[in-house]
């Protein structure tokens, strides 16, 4: 199998990993890694008590003061791929590939060059498409904003989609809503704030979608920048705050990085935007 890793080196090495180490609302995936520390408070253990994967951690933050509180998750070593003693890792949101000792790091993805294979990302959705899958089964009606299909057309699957409104390709999705409608795709938004749950605009908007007495239409009127004042929240908005926190809650348990996010009701995602076309294609395909 012929195998090699993308990377970029040196300085520039040094600068991404900086950048992705600022705070993130999506910073913490619980797709099931190997381990993960979210900071250098973790509780401490014996010697003979700490795993590989702590130990790697631990070396890891021990380079640089810049990792001590980052959040450091390990997925997986890569002997199956004929890396032994290489794990794949992520600091913050960024992802990359280190060595036992912690010493040193490769930035990017494992590739199989017969056919250009993204190994990392595959597996990466693959984590999320099971996280995904388990949070779907129990999802409330409640917590979604329905576009459905058209009437008298054939149901083709529905489209479950972690969405902010100020988000630029959550608008362009919602620009084809009867591409998907006249296809027969249902289409049900999950509120999600991309900068979390301290008051954003994205926050405050959700905010008053969820509040709305047509929340389909307020949100169409937030993604087209319509709205004005015409949704301001009069009275208590515990319900709608509640409702928002659980959808961001919940992308935070699936381990979502950004929206859109697509969950496909014949199975799999899609982290970020595709074309209508693309993904209605798609879902023929699975049928």
């Known amino acids: 199998m012929k195998l090699f890793i993308a990377f970029i080196v040196g300085a520039a090495l040094t600068a991404a990993i900086t950048l992705n180490l600022m705070p993130s609302a999506n910073s913490n995936a619980t797709a099931k890694p190997l381990i993960a520390a979210a900071n250098a408070s973790d509780a401490v253990v014996s010697e003979s008590e700490i795993t590989e994967e702590e130990a790697l951690i631990a070396a890891i933050r021990s380079q640089s003061p810049q990792f001590q509180n980052a959040p450091i998750t390990v997925f997986r070593e890569l002997s199956e ?10 600091i913050g949101s960024q992802s990359m590939i280190v060595n036992r ?3 040193y790091a490769v930035l990017g993805d494992l590739f199989q060059l017969e056919g250009v294979n993204n190994l990392s990302a595959n597996f990466r959705n693959e984590r999320l498409a099971t ?4 949070e779907m089964a129990n999802i409330s009606s409640e917590l979604t904003i329905a576009f459905p299909a058209n009437q008298g ?6 489209l479950y989609i972690f969405t902010d409104p100020t988000c630029p390709y959550c608008q362009r999705l919602h620009n084809e809503r009867e591409t998907y409608a006249e296809a027969g795709v249902n289409l049900y938004y999950i509120p999600y704030p991309r900068s979390g ?8 908007e959700l905010l008053q979608i969820m509040c709305a007495d047509d929340s ?3 949100m169409t009127d937030f ?4 709205a004005g004042n015409k949704y301001a929240i009069q009275g208590d908005d515990t319900e709608c705050r509640e409702l928002v926190r659980q959808g961001f809650a919940m992308g935070q348990r699936i381990g979502i990085s950004g929206t859109p996010f697509i969950i496909q009701s014949t199975g799999g995602v899609i982290p970020g935007y595709n074309p209508a076309r693309a993904i209605i294609n798609q879902l023929r395909q699975d049928q």
């Open 81 to 90: 791929f004929g890396f032994p003693n290489f794990y794949e890792i992520s």
């Open 101 to 103: 000792s912690g010493e």
């Open 131 to 134: 996280a995904a899958e388990n």
């Open 153 to 158: 057309v054939p149901e083709l699957g529905s």
């Open 197 to 204: 749950l301290n008051g954003g605009r994205d926050y405050q």
């Open 216 to 218: 389909a239409q307020a």
């Open 223 to 226: 993604k087209n920048s319509e």
